[in-house]
């Protein structure tokens, strides 16, 4: 059976929020860009570098390793990379009152 787990109220996020998180085990970075929320790993799909000094723009997420940009929406790495690598994990937020999570 799922659990909810809360991450943050609503009034706490700003566009450019990044905030990490550990839950049910799973490293987790809470952002905000272009007006809406997100929730990924906080593990770069490349070599699982931290995401948390990444670019963030326009729903995209730059890592700070070796650059890669991945979408926060879908995951996929954006077309200009120079290194292949597989796509960025993205959760699915759950909006409750005034307060976001996540279930797992
Ligand atoms: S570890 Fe993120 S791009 Fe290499």
């Known amino acids: 059976m799922k659990s909810y787990y809360r991450l943050e109220s609503l009034m706490n996020l700003y566009e450019g929020y990044c905030r990490e998180f550990i839950v049910d085990g799973r490293q987790l970075l809470l952002t905000q860009s272009s007006s809406k929320p997100f929730l990924i790993e906080n593990k770069c799909p490349h070599q699982g570098f931290s995401l948390v000094d990444a670019h963030i723009e326009d729903s995209m997420i730059t890592c700070a390793a070796h650059m890669v940009t991945f979408s926060m929406i879908d995951g996929r790495v954006q077309p ?25």
């Open 80 to 104: 200009g990379s120079h290194i292949r690598c597989g796509a960025l994990k993205v959760y699915e937020l759950v909006y409750q009152g005034n307060e976001v999570g996540v279930f797992f």
